[in-house]
């Protein structure tokens, strides 16, 4: 089956902790996106990658991190610098073209304490 | 940076009624899209639309692309309890890259 995957489902860090989360694709999508969700909020743009090795910040970059080293995987480092960490995160991708259907993954609760 | 106006942020129906949603900005749109959301998960694809005056349905869902580009519309028709949800719009600006503008979501509950 096609799809995204966001790993794992919930995770939790200590405050000053660098933490990692996965996103990886099997659709051949050729841009990734990171959302940060809040209660009550719509989702805000983190990082973005329309190609493989290059990115763009979106809105609300400070603190966080990306690579994107291959097509499939645009892993997300949320750092100690970020000041309110705890959040719901969700990944997307599209395919190149004029579609801009983003599709998601299940998205990562992360808990920071 | 770029809004779209979702409102109310909740909405209550009965099991049954029909419910419209609407989206709306200040600005154009080349593109409008409208997600569910599930609690807990991932935001859903429900319908996609292109043109300025286009009426998509998918299935029990009906959405319209607004002939001024500056605003969209959803229907649900005969809810049903697995209706509830976070419906949320989305939207592509000219020249925004590939980026979407996104709004606030609504929150809908389905009485039994």
């Known amino acids: 089956d096609g799809g995204i995957t966001q790993s794992p489902k919930y995770l939790f860090r200590k405050e000053g902790q660098n933490v990692t989360l996965s996103c990886e694709q099997n659709?051949?999508?050729?841009?990734m996106y990171w959302y940060r969700q809040d209660p009550g909020q719509g989702l805000r743009l983190i990082y973005y990658?329309?190609?493989?090795?290059?990115?763009q910040k979106g809105d609300i970059a400070e603190g966080y991190s990306v690579s994107r080293e291959k097509k499939e995987s645009f892993p997300l480092t949320v750092t100690s610098a970020q000041k309110n960490p705890t959040a719901f995160y969700l990944c997307?991708?599209?395919?190149?073209?004029?579609?801009?259907?983003?599709?998601f993954g299940p998205g990562t609760r992360l808990t920071v304490t | 940076g770029q809004q779209l106006n979702q409102s109310p942020q909740s909405m209550f129906i009965q099991e049954g009624e029909d419910v419209s949603m609407n989206c709306t900005s200040s600005?154009?749109?080349?593109?409008w899209l409208w997600y569910k959301q599930d609690p807990g998960e991932g935001p859903v694809l429900l319908i996609a639309?292109?043109?300025?005056?286009e009426l998509t349905s998918n299935g029990r869902l009906t959405a319209q692309f607004g002939i001024t580009r500056k605003d969209s519309f959803l229907n649900i028709s005969a809810s049903i309890p697995s209706d509830v949800g976070i419906y949320f719009c989305?939207?592509?600006?000219?020249?925004?890259?590939?980026?979407?503008?996104f709004g606030k979501g609504i929150t809908l509950s389905v009485r039994p």
């Open positions: 997307a991708s599209r395919t190149a073209g004029s579609s801009y259907e983003q599709y």
């Open positions: 659709l051949n999508h050729d841009a």
């Open positions: 600005s154009i749109f080349n593109t």
């Open positions: 990658s329309q190609i493989v090795n290059d990115f």
């Open positions: 639309l292109y043109k300025a005056g």
């Open positions: 989305a939207g592509h600006l000219t020249g925004a890259n590939s980026k979407l503008t």
